[in-house]
Nanobody
Framework: VQLQASGGGLVQAGGSLRLSCAAS????????MGWFRQALGKERAFVAA????????LYADSVEGRFVISRDNAKNTVYLQMNSLKPEDTAVYYC???????????????????WGQGTQVTVSS
């Protein structure tokens, strides 16, 4: 599967952005999907994940209550709605797809089989 992330940009603190990740192929609903981010000079970090049916989600503590992950299996797309953005949310955001790993490891990058190219989010203070 190929993943194409979009929707990044420059926003002021307190603002909102919605990221999208479009997947190719016919088996999108077979993948758990996740979002990760990597700030300059830091390691890639888990942000959020959503199960194949969309019924279960998981968030990093740092974004819980501010970000919402969702998916539309008919459109082969996963979304990340980011609200109340902070300067520390500045990073390149990556979407990823996991097929083989179980939900218990979904917060780790090793669980994912495919990665998108990343989209830059910059939050100004």
């Amino acid at each position: 599967v190929q993943l194409q992330a979009s929707g990044g940009g420059l926003v002021q603190a307190g603002g909102s952005l919605r990221l999208s990740c479009a997947a190719s192929g016919r088996t999108f609903s077979s993948y758990d999907m996740g979002w990760f981010r990597q700030a300059l000079g830091k390691e890639r970090a888990f942000v959020a994940a959503i199960s194949r049916s969309g019924g279960v989600t998981l968030y990093a503590d740092s974004v819980e209550g501010r970000f919402v992950i969702s998916r539309d299996n008919a459109k082969n797309t996963v979304y990340l709605q980011m609200n109340s953005l902070k300067p520390e949310d500045t990073a390149v955001y990556y979407c990823a797809a996991a097929m083989k790993s179980g939900w218990l490891t979904i917060g780790t990058s090793n669980a994912y089989d495919y990665w998108g190219q990343g989209t830059q989010v910059t939050v100004s203070s």
